[in-house]
C-alpha cells in the first residue's frame, strides 16, 4: 500500500526528493495534490509523493537528513 510522504509541494521540490529517495531503493509515486489547483501559470501546480508503506519512516529518515545536511551546508 502507498503512503502520502509529503503532500502539496512544488514540482521542482519533488523532482530533487524524488531523485534523493530513489536513489536509496525506496520507490516513489507523483500524483497532482489535492490541496491546491492542479495548474498554477502553467508551472504543474502542487503534487503529492506517495512511497511504499514500508519504506515510509526510511523515506521520512532520508528527507530529514537531506535537510540538516542543506542547514550544515548552505549553498553560497
Same mark, same amino acid.
Given at each position: 500500500?502507498?503512503?502520502?510522504l509529503?503532500?502539496?509541494?512544488?514540482v521542482?521540490?519533488a523532482?530533487?526528493?524524488k531523485?534523493?529517495?530513489?536513489?536509496?531503493?525506496i520507490?516513489?509515486?507523483? #500524483?497532482a495534490?489535492k490541496l491546491?489547483?492542479p495548474v498554477?501559470?502553467g508551472?504543474?501546480?502542487?503534487v503529492?509523493?506517495?512511497?511504499?508503506?514500508?519504506?515510509l519512516?526510511?523515506a #521520512?529518515?532520508?528527507m530529514?537528513e537531506? #535537510?540538516?545536511?542543506?542547514e550544515?551546508?548552505p549553498?553560497p
Open positions: 500500500m502507498w503512503k502520502v509529503v503532500e502539496g509541494v512544488n521542482s521540490l523532482n530533487v526528493l531523485s534523493l529517495l530513489e536513489e536509496n531503493g520507490e516513489v509515486v507523483v #500524483r495534490s491546491f489547483d498554477i501559470f508551472q504543474g501546480g502542487s503529492d509523493l506517495l512511497v511504499p508503506e514500508e519504506k519512516e526510511q #521520512r529518515s532520508l530529514e537531506a #535537510r540538516k545536511d542543506g550544515e551546508n549553498t
